[in-house]
């Protein structure tokens, strides 16, 4: 059976950003623009995860630019650039299980483990949103679901007034991939809050598994690119 690539990322972005919302002091590792306002609260509040919050965008960005980097690198060289980013982002969510399964919780978001969780997760995170940037120009966002949300509506409201005219189907076939990546990603917001009620660290075991099979999930978006 073959999935579509983008509602799986979206699945697995939503589900990365809640469990490690709800494990490690509200940090958010999809989309990170969110930690300016938790990093705000958790000074004003001083509760846990401010260093977190406030490395993991820096960590973010430089890992988005080390991806294009490389990226162009593969490139030059005729290598598969999105099945090695692919592949690395299944490690570094790896990593993050390996740590957080032993650990088991994080009182403290900024211990040395959860910073390691967090900013591994935001790594892998990062190279995500590189992918989507690089290779799926075309397809909506996977881990932000603001502009989503909003050209859903928009198009709605011109089904509705009867102003779709002529792009009706055009329209028509947007608004059902784009509301593949939200149902998508809420699922997986879902399921990550739910597996971490009741296995806590544990949950952080899904993703990497779910990365390591999606090439054989969407084989031919993967290996085109």
């Given at each position: 059976?073959?999935?579509?690539?983008?509602?799986?990322?979206?699945?697995?972005?939503?589900?990365?950003?809640?469990?490690?919302?709800?494990?490690?002091?509200?940090?958010?590792?999809?989309?990170?623009?969110?930690?300016?306002?938790?990093?705000?609260?958790?000074?004003?509040?001083?509760?846990?995860?401010?260093?977190?919050?406030?490395?993991?965008?820096?960590?973010?960005?430089?890992?988005?630019?080390?991806?294009?980097?490389?990226?162009?690198?593969?490139?030059?060289?005729?290598?598969?650039?999105?099945?090695?980013?692919?592949?690395?982002?299944?490690?570094?969510?790896?990593?993050?299980?390996?740590?957080?399964?032993?650990?088991?919780?994080?009182?403290?978001?900024?211990?040395?483990?959860?910073?390691?969780?967090?900013?591994?997760?935001?790594?892998?995170?990062?190279?995500?949103?590189?992918?989507?940037?690089?290779?799926?120009?075309?397809?909506?966002?996977?881990?932000?679901?603001?502009?989503?949300?909003?050209?859903?509506?928009?198009?709605?409201?011109?089904?509705?007034?009867g102003n779709a005219g002529e792009n009706r189907p055009a329209l028509l076939?947007?608004l059902k991939r784009l509301s593949a990546n939200v149902i998508s990603f809420?699922?997986g917001c879902a399921l990550g809050a739910t597996a971490w009620k009741e296995?806590?660290?544990?949950?952080?075991?899904?993703?990497?598994?779910?990365?390591?099979?999606?090439?054989?999930?969407?084989?031919?978006?993967?290996?085109?690119?």
């Amino acid at each position: 059976m073959k999935i579509p690539l983008s509602p799986t990322l979206s699945f697995n972005a939503g589900y990365v950003d809640t469990a490690g919302f709800l494990a490690l002091s509200g940090l958010f590792t999809a989309h990170v623009t969110g930690n300016f306002v938790t990093f705000g609260a958790a000074v004003a509040q001083g509760s846990s995860g401010a260093l977190a919050k406030l490395l993991v965008l820096p960590v973010f960005c430089a890992v988005i630019i080390v991806t294009r980097i490389a990226a162009h690198g593969l490139q030059r060289d005729g290598k598969p650039v999105m099945k090695i980013m692919m592949g690395v982002k299944f490690l570094l969510l790896a990593i993050a299980a390996a740590i957080a399964v032993p650990a088991e919780s994080f009182a403290d978001a900024d211990s040395a483990a959860g910073l390691a969780v967090g900013l591994t997760l935001a790594s892998a995170m990062a190279i995500q949103n590189a992918i989507h940037r690089i290779h799926m120009i075309t397809e909506p966002p996977t881990t932000l679901m603001t502009g989503t949300t909003t050209q859903i509506m928009i198009d709605v409201a011109d089904l509705i007034s009867g102003n779709a005219g002529e792009n009706r189907p055009a329209l028509l076939a947007r608004l059902k991939r784009l509301s593949a990546n939200v149902i998508s990603f809420a699922v997986g917001c879902a399921l990550g809050a739910t597996a971490w009620k009741e296995y806590g660290n544990w949950c952080f075991v899904l993703p990497p598994i779910l990365a390591l099979i999606t090439p054989f999930l969407s084989p031919a978006e993967i290996h085109k690119a």
